[in-house]
């Protein structure tokens, strides 16, 4: 690993030679004659470690480290200060500013290198206990703590993907199917022989399906995926089952298999559990639109007299003619004008001003009324019609945010604009023209513009994410990852990816003043977020408590219920003026 550091020093000669020394040392060397090139150099550089003289001209050393510190994308990196002055006074004031050590001149090579080591043997050491964070993180997120298996989450993930992939394959004779298994009764049974007996039994039921999954008759030459999902749910995902093959008598084997005696707390139970199956459609890339037929198929087993046993086929969710009508108004909701934008500000942490909002889109069906985002989104995603919705909500909220600048104070940086992108927007190969014809559209400056993508959405193809997120930063526009935690958590792509935001999920804050693993988890978030020059947005802020403690543990922002509930555009105007008349006040 090659370590970067940045010299600020205005005496050419000294400038030459620590240049010269540390690039022999292996070091990667900027050096900058005065404080203000230099301050430009760490920005542009993000270094581990800055060499700072004390008296320069135009910014001193002083004035530099304090211009890092109040900096959230440079605060974290240490400094020292190379000094002529050996004052106690002089060097107090350099170590209140947020100096990490400092050499006095002349400075012998051997001292030099040692003072060099220290502070990047402390970053190092830093970066290590953060990325174990991070890794424990990912695991505490994406598997389930009883049985070890992923958990709904990871499934989701791996599911989609499989989607994709599958939706690229021509002419195939396998598709992936998906089984799930409801237990039913069991807690009920479990409660009667003690407290912790339905873990042990969702344990038992686990390692059973895992076993079955391995191989055998009904698995022969299939690598598949067992999860749990929920609190009563397991699930096995085939990848490749054949497309003229029923499931009916794998899904009945599974049932008789799992329906045998178990052992819990020295008795013989007899677990009742259900089996719905279901294959994946051409051209399915939503996940949940094959949890949701899983969930019928799960409800029509149940009922079944003998063998509680389900195998999804059309017609058979009671509300499948209504999703068919707004799959097809789908299609004309843009040139109906039934979309909504609605807006939920991000308040910084620091001064509680607004820095910016998230766009989220909203469906005014002209006879069905307000449909669910979790409803029309999967179905846009499926039918193609979510790049038509995301054009619309990239050119409504640029034109919106542009219209607030109008109501900001003088002097005051106008709110940015976040807007989601989804997987199938972001393999549109029109999408940079969108971006292009909102911002020109509505004279918003690139920079006002922010981009969420998912962490699913950044991974499905790595090459392709890396290239196009360079090309949107080459437009000038702010590129955020989002749900932070519910993807993959990956540190080597946050270290790929050209990021300035990064998003933690709502998980970790709705419970972070109770638990000390969504505390530490936070907060290693929030170190590693820093330590990459990422500000850091955590949503779902529900109480002042939740405020605070991220506050004190360094996020930047805060969006969620606490400060504002995502509102039309015509609510932002008076939200705006209150908001702006409180904080002159």
């Given amino acids: 690993m090659t370590f970067r550091i940045v010299i600020a020093e205005d005496e050419t000669v000294i400038r030459n030679n620590l240049t010269r020394l540390l690039r022999i040392e292996g070091f990667d060397v900027a050096a900058g004659a005065n404080g203000r090139d230099a301050l430009e150099l760490i920005r542009q550089n993000r270094p581990d470690l800055v060499l700072t003289d004390v008296m320069m001209p135009q910014m001193n050393g002083y004035e ?48 030099l290198l040692s003072c060099i080591r220290s502070q990047l043997y402390k970053v190092s050491k830093q970066k290590l206990a953060t990325q174990r964070l991070v890794e424990q993180a990912h695991r505490i997120t994406h598997y389930d703590p009883v049985t070890d298996l992923p ?134 890339v939503s996940a949940q639109a094959m949890f949701n037929r899983l969930e019928v198929t799960l409800a029509a087993a149940r009922i079944q007299k003998n063998r509680r046993v389900a195998i999804y086929r059309d017609g058979m969710a009671p509300d499948m003619s209504q999703n068919l009508r707004l799959h097809n108004d789908l299609h004309r909701a843009v040139s109906r004008n039934e979309l909504l934008a609605h807006f939920q500000p991000q308040i910084s942490a620091i001064n509680g001003r607004v820095v910016g909002f998230e766009a989220l889109v909203r469906w005014q069906h002209a006879e069905m009324g307000l449909i669910s985002p979790l409803r029309f989104i999967p179905l846009a995603e499926d039918n193609g019609q979510i790049v038509n919705i995301g054009a619309w909500m990239l050119m409504e909220s640029c034109a919106q945010a542009q219209r607030w600048q109008s109501l900001c104070p003088p002097g005051t940086t106008p709110p940015r604009v976040a807007v989601n992108l989804s997987a199938r927007q972001f393999s549109d190969p029109h999408l940079l023209d969108h971006i292009q014809a909102a911002l020109d559209a509505s004279g918003r400056p690139p920079q006002m513009l922010e981009l969420e993508i998912t962490e699913g959405t950044a991974m499905a193809d790595l090459h392709g994410t890396l290239d196009l997120l360079t090309r949107f930063k080459n437009m000038g526009v702010v590129l955020a990852i989002d749900d932070f ?19 933690i999920d709502q998980s970790f804050v709705r419970q972070i003043c109770t638990e000390k693993e969504d505390r530490a988890i936070s907060a290693a978030v929030i170190n590693l977020a820093h330590s990459l020059g990422l500000r850091v947005v955590a949503e779902g802020v529900e109480t002042p408590e939740q405020h605070q403690l991220l506050s004190d543990l360094g996020c930047d922002l805060m969006q969620g219920y606490l400060h504002a509930k995502p509102m039309p555009s015509e609510e932002v105007d008076g939200w705006l003026r209150d908001h702006f008349a409180q904080q002159t006040s």
């Fill in 64 to 111: 530099l480290i304090k211009a890092m510190r109040a900096d959230p994308y440079l605060a974290h990196i240490p400094a020292v200060l190379l000094t002529a002055r050996a004052d106690r006074t002089d060097i107090r004031t350099g170590m209140n500013l947020g100096a990490d050590d400092y050499l006095t001149k002349p400075f012998q090579r051997d001292e």
């Fill in 151 to 284: 958990n709904r989450t990871h499934v989701t993930l791996l599911l989609e993907n499989l989607l994709r992939n599958h939706q690229n394959t021509v002419n195939s004779l396998t598709a992936p199917a998906v089984l799930a298994v409801g237990m039913l009764g069991l807690r009920e049974m479990a409660e009667v022989l003690g407290s912790n007996q339905y873990d042990i039994g969702v344990q038992q039921l686990a390692k059973r399906l895992t076993a079955l999954a391995q191989g055998g008759e009904y698995f022969p030459g299939h690598t598949c995926l067992v999860g749990r999902f929920g609190d009563n749910r397991l699930v096995v995902i085939i990848p490749e089952w054949p497309i003229d093959t029923p499931l009916d008598a794998l899904s009945g084997h599974m049932h008789d298999k799992l329906s045998e005696p178990m052992e819990l707390a020295g008795q013989e139970v007899f677990p009742t559990v259900s089996v719905g199956a279901c294959m994946s459609k051409s051209g399915e």
């Fill in 485 to 503: 935690g519910t993807g993959y958590s990956s540190l080597a792509y946050l270290k790929r990816f050209p990021l300035d935001v990064l998003k």
